[in-house]
C-alpha cells in the first residue's frame, strides 16, 4: 500500500497511473507465487486475458465507484491522475486525494486477490462482476487504512 501511495504523489499525469499498475500487477504476481498459481502461462492468449481481465477491473469497479460523478467510465485512480494537470488547483487536489485512493484500491485489488487464490481458482477466473460488493467493501476499508496511514506520516514530519 505504501508503494502505490507514494507514487501517486509523481507531479506527471499518467506516470503514477503507470507506476500504480506495475506495483499492482507485481503484488498479483507475488500473490500467485505465494499460492503456487500461475500468473501467466506462456502464450498470447493468456496474455490477452490478463489485459481484459485488468481492463474489467477497471471498468466495472471504476463505474461502481463513479456512477455519479461526472466521469462515469474513467478509473478514479486515472481521474486523480490526470487532475494533476490542471495548474496549481490540479496538482493540490491530485497530491491530497491520489495516495488514499490508490491506497485503497490496491488494498483491495490485493484483497480481492488473495480471497479468488485461497478458494483455488487464478485471477483469470475471476467475475468482477460477481466481487463487486466484496471489492467496494475493501475499497472502503483500504481507503479508511491509507487514510489513517497518510494521516500519522504526517503527524510524524510536523
Known amino acids: 500500500m505504501w508503494s502505490s501511495m507514494g507514487v501517486s504523489l509523481i507531479p506527471i499525469p499518467l506516470i503514477d497511473f503507470t507506476a500504480i499498475t506495475v506495483i499492482q500487477l ?3 504476481r ?11 502461462k506462456k502464450n498470447k492468449k493468456s496474455f490477452r486475458s490478463l489485459i481484459v481481465f485488468l481492463a474489467s477491473l477497471t471498468d466495472d469497479f471504476a463505474l461502481a465507484v463513479l456512477r ?13 491522475s490526470l487532475t494533476k494537470a490542471v495548474p496549481v488547483a490540479g496538482q493540490s ?5 491520489a495516495p488514499v485512493i ?5 488494498y483491495a485489488i490485493g484483497k480481492m486477490m488473495v480471497r479468488q487464490l485461497e478458494s483455488g481458482e487464478s485471477f483469470f477466473t475471476l467475475d468482477p462482476k460477481k ?5 467496494m467493501e475493501m475499497f472502503t476499508e ?4 491509507a487514510f489513517e496511514m497518510q494521516k500519522e506520516k504526517n503527524q510524524k514530519t510536523s
Open 30 to 40: 507475488k500473490l500467485s507465487r505465494k499460492y503456487d498459481v500461475p500468473f501467466i
Open 68 to 80: 455519479k460523478t461526472v466521469l462515469p467510465a474513467v478509473s478514479a485512480s486515472l481521474a486523480t
Open 26 to 28: 507485481n503484488m498479483i
Open 102 to 106: 490508490n491506497g485503497g484500491f490496491t
Open 142 to 145: 483500504g481507503t479508511k487504512i
Open 93 to 97: 487536489i491530485g497530491v491530497a486525494t
Open 131 to 135: 466481487e463487486q460488493e466484496y471489492y
